[in-house]
């Protein structure tokens, strides 16, 4: 009787975990863009990493060339705006008020919020 308690607790179990895996959402397509669409898709992207730069410039009023050696390149292991604050901090001598990081930091979540909407709106273009 204990083993066959046990089984149906196993079966029980093993269907707890696999049925959420068996019935999830298929993942989305790919979607294909034009030459067009790339371009545009580049476009923004280049228009939107330059809003955030002119942002970070007036909040910490540091020069163009301060702000992009502050940002860390593409694909680096750090916390972004750690190193931003910092390297920032660092090169005007000062240290950033915790109002001028909440705004930096709204201003790095207007750019990932528009980057991720980008493909999508370029799809449509």
């Known amino acids: 009787m204990n083993a066959s308690l046990f089984r149906a607790g196993l ?6 975990v696999c ?21 545009f898709l580049q476009a923004e992207t280049r228009r939107i990493d330059e809003t955030f730069i002119q942002k970070l410039m007036t909040i ?7 702000v992009l050696r502050a940002i860390p390149a593409k ?5 972004r705006m750690a190193r ?3 390297s920032l901090e660092h090169d005007l001598k000062v240290q950033l008020t915790p ?7 709204a201003a790095d979540e207007e750019r990932k919020q528009a980057l991720k909407d980008l493909p999508a709106l370029a799809a449509t273009k």
């Open 19 to 39: 049925l959420p895996t068996a019935f999830a959402a298929p993942p989305a397509p790919a979607v294909v863009l034009t030459p067009v669409q790339m371009a």
């Open 60 to 66: 910490a009023g540091a020069t163009r060339e301060q």
């Open 84 to 86: 931003i604050y910092s």
């Open 99 to 105: 109002e001028q990081k909440a705004l930096m930091f």
């Open 75 to 79: 694909g680096r292991l750090t916390e």
């Open 11 to 16: 079966v029980v179990v093993s269907l707890a």
